[in-house]
C-alpha cells in the first residue's frame, strides 16, 4: 500500500484475528486493520501500532488512545519503539459492553485515525464465532462487493459490512477482503445508471473500479428508498414504481453477473419502525410542505416479494432481513431515532443473519 504522508496502520491481533478493507487510506492519519473488531467482554483487543515508512525514524513518539462508549471513557498512552511500532491491549475488564470508539493522536506526527472495539457480551460473541465458523465465503482468495443505501454507506468502520468483513477474515486471514460500494440515498434505477456510467447518474464516481479487484460475489441491499411514499401522491405512490422496480432490477442484476461472473445475493429491505416514521412524515409535510414516509409494511412486502421474485427468476440466492427485523422482540432497539436507519445492535442482527445464510449453502 502506499504511504501518503504521515500513516499509521493499527493492526487488531487479539480477540481472534483482523479484518479489512482494503485500499483504504487516511492521508494524513492512521489507517486501522481492521477497523472494527469485536471482542467478548472481560477481555483484551491488542492493536499493533505502525508507523508508516515515509515518517522517518518514529522511536519514541507517543500516541495518545482515548476510547469512549456512551458516557464511559478510558485513556492511555503508546511510546513507539525504535522501529516505530507498539502493542496497546484494550482491556475489557469492568467496561460496559457496547461498541467503543477509539480515537489515536499523535502531535509528533500530526496524525489521527479511529479504530473501533465493539465489546460483546459472551453469549452475543460466542453467537458470532460459531456462525462464523459455519460460514463458507467460496473459493479463496474471495472479495465481496456490497451494493445499498445508506443503510448500507453509513456507520462505516462497524457497520454490518464490517461486521461481516470482520468473521469472515478471522476464519480466512488475508484470504478475505470487501469493498462497501453503498451510496445514501439510492434506489434501483441509481444503480442502473451508476453501472452503465450515465453521466446524469448521482455520484457515478461512487462506482469508480467498482470490480477491481473482480468480486466473487455481490450483495444488493435495497428497497428502503424505492418503496417510501411521497407526500405529492398524499402518501399513497412509492418514489420507485412496482413496475420500474423489477424490471430494473432484473436488469442490475443481470449485468452485474455478466460483467464479473459472480453469484449475486439478492437482500431484502428491512422492516421499519412504522410507528415512528407515520407521524415523522407527518410532522414534516406540516412544517415543511413535503416529506416522504418510509417503511409502511405493506408496501415493503410489496417490494420485498419482488426482490424475491427477481432472485429466483436469475438464479440469485435471497436472504430476508424483513421478518427477522419485524418479529425481534426489542425491535426498536434496532433502529435510531428515525425509525429506518440502523443501531449498533441492528446492524448485528444483518451481520449475523448473512454469516448464517453463508454458512447454509
Known sequence: MLVLGAVLMLAMIGCGGAGTETGVLYPGGFSATPAYSAC???EKAVLKVVAGSQLGSAANVVVSMSARSGTASKTAWIRLDERGTADYSFDTTGLPTGLWKLTLLS??????GTAYVDVLPRKKWDEFNAAAQQASPGTLPAHYLFLGDSLTDFSRGFNYVDQVAYWLQKTC???????????????????WQRLNESPKAYRLDAYDGLFDPPPTRIFIFLGHNDSKLTSASGFTLPMVSLEDFETTYAKVV????SLTGAPVTVMSSTSSVYEITLPLAEQLLASRGTASLFGKPEMLEQFNALARKVAQENGCDYVDVYEPTRTHPE?????TSDGVHLTVEGN???ALELLKYLGRR
Do not use: T, Y
Request: charged share 25%; net charge positive.
Open 254 to 257: 443481470q449485468r452485474l453477473k
Open 348 to 350: 448485528h442482527l444483518i
Open 173 to 191: 486471514g488475508g484470504q478475505f477482503s470487501f469493498r462497501n460500494a453503498g451510496v445514501g440515498g439510492d434506489f434501483i434505477i441509481r444503480v
Open 331 to 335: 425491535k426498536r432497539k434496532l433502529f
Open 40 to 42: 467478548p467482554a472481560e
Open 107 to 112: 502531535s509528533e506526527l500530526s496524525a489521527n
